[in-house]
């Protein structure tokens, strides 16, 4: 189980799940924070010291996610512009 605290000034913080790659059996929480006109994505991860998946795996999950991100037509940056 993960948690996340976010500042309470902060209170554009919503949980993000990306819609391309969602594996429950990767613990990673993302966290989508608005701040004026900033969007920050925070990704919260526990890596158990002997995961049932590979590593490799783990990193393209996250890659996956990281590139849903960073596309121009990500809805969730423009909703918060």
Same mark, same amino acid.
């Given at each position: 189980?993960?948690?996340?605290?976010?500042? /309470?000034?902060?209170?554009?913080?919503?949980?993000?799940?990306?819609?391309?790659?969602?594996?429950?059996?990767?613990? =990673?929480?993302?966290?989508?924070?608005?701040?004026?006109?900033?969007?920050?994505?925070?990704?919260?991860?526990?890596? @158990?010291?002997? @995961?049932?998946? =590979?590593?490799?795996?783990?990193?393209?999950?996250?890659?996956?996610?990281?590139?849903?991100?960073?596309? @121009?037509?990500? @809805? /969730?940056?423009?909703?918060?512009?």
């Amino acid at each position: 189980m993960l948690a996340v605290y976010v500042r /309470e000034s902060l209170h554009d913080a919503v949980v993000w799940s990306p819609t391309l790659s969602t594996d429950p059996i990767f613990e =990673l929480l993302w966290i989508k924070v608005g701040h004026g006109h900033d969007v920050i994505f925070v990704g919260a991860l526990y890596h @158990p010291p002997a @995961p049932s998946y =590979l590593t490799c795996h783990l990193v393209e999950h996250i890659n996956t996610a990281v590139l849903q991100i960073r596309a @121009p037509s990500c @809805p /969730e940056i423009s909703q918060m512009s």
